[in-house]
């Protein structure tokens, strides 16, 4: 089949979502004020949870990130979570087999986990394995319709797998979704769905 539609040069998808939300039931906002911040290192340790200083080091680039997830994982703590983000870390260095399990894990402990279906969407999108790509990120849409990266990210899918329409109908969500500023970056992709499905036949799909 030949190619149907030619993205504007660049069409990038938008990248990895890390997990920034606070799953345990006592969290404590305050904590940190108790403490002096002395150094970036001592203020690491005083987050209230195994998670939470993972992500804290994971924020600021530490290495260490990784082995504070996997003992949060240990702990039994935000265990969903944890992995979701020990998949970004695992992708970032190359390991796509390790980021895969991770992120699988996750919705193993959290069938509805967004960000591990966005992140998994993702994954398969760079493997060129488009269906894949795109049943996560419907599913990442329909737990959390407001995920405007997701949204963005699957009307990009729906276009290689082209269902152009589909595309169309993501991208005018997508600018619905976000800034006017941002809004504009999907123009030119979208005016280009539109020429795509007029020159199918389909001139009134998608039109505004």
Do not use: W
């Amino acid at each position: 089949m030949g190619q149907i539609l030619k993205f504007p040069a660049p069409a990038p998808k938008f990248g990895y979502k890390r997990v920034r939300k606070r799953c345990t039931a006592a969290d404590h906002p305050d904590q940190l004020k108790l403490f002096p911040q002395a150094s970036a290192r001592i203020l690491a340790f005083t987050a209230s949870s195994p998670f939470e200083q993972a992500l804290m080091l994971d924020e600021r680039g530490d290495q260490r990130a990784a082995e504070f997830y996997a003992k949060a994982i240990e702990a039994e703590n935000c265990v969903a979570d944890a992995y979701c983000n020990l998949g970004i870390i695992e992708s970032q260095k190359g390991n796509r087999a390790k980021a895969f399990d991770c992120f699988t894990t996750s919705l193993k402990h959290d069938p509805r986990h967004t960000e591990a279906h966005y992140n998994l969407a993702n994954l398969y999108f760079e493997v060129n394995d488009f269906r894949l790509a795109q049943v996560h990120y419907e599913i990442a849409v329909e737990v959390n319709p407001a995920f405007a990266n997701a949204v963005f990210n699957l009307a990009l899918a729906q276009s290689l797998n082209h269902e152009l329409a589909g595309a169309v109908a993501m991208l005018t969500k997508y600018q619905e979704l976000v800034s006017e500023d941002e809004a504009r970056n999907a123009d030119e992709l979208l005016a280009n769905l539109r020429k795509s499905l007029a020159s199918a036949g389909n001139p009134r799909i998608g039109s505004t």
